[in-house]
Nanobody, 124 residues
């Protein structure tokens, strides 16, 4: 079992930066892959970024590539999402997820555990 708690969301202006954190507890954090997803009002939840359990491999959606950076600190059991050059269309609830899969990290079904989400609102 893994418990995930996101933090760092808020209201920012377009062009600003924000860093989300996801603190994990329970199962050995080092053995799980981590991902960030988001859900905008009226839309399906979509993949944002993922990182392998060792942190050596990262994946990004095309919409955030070059602006967002995912990282993890296994000593702190925490995964981060640094978001730069935020756009109005980045407004969403952001969720972190954990799973034991090492493939298909851009798909929801490989993740077993989910946080409650943190709201990110970008004003234009």
């Amino acid at each position: 079992q893994v418990q995930l708690v996101e933090s760092g969301g808020g209201l920012v202006q377009a062009g600003d930066s924000l860093r989300l954190s996801c603190a994990a507890s329970g199962r050995t954090f080092r053995s799980v892959s981590m991902g960030w997803f988001r859900q905008a009002p009226g839309k399906e939840r979509e993949f944002v970024a993922a990182i392998s359990w060792r942190g050596g491999t990262t994946f990004y959606s095309d919409s955030v590539k070059g602006r967002f950076t995912i990282s993890r600190d296994n000593a702190k059991n925490t995964v981060y999402l640094q978001m730069n050059s935020l756009k109005f269309e980045d407004t969403a609830v952001f969720y972190c997820a954990a799973g034991t899969s090492t493939i298909a990290l851009g798909t929801e079904y490989v993740y077993d555990y989910w946080g409650q989400g943190t709201q990110v609102t970008v004003s234009s």
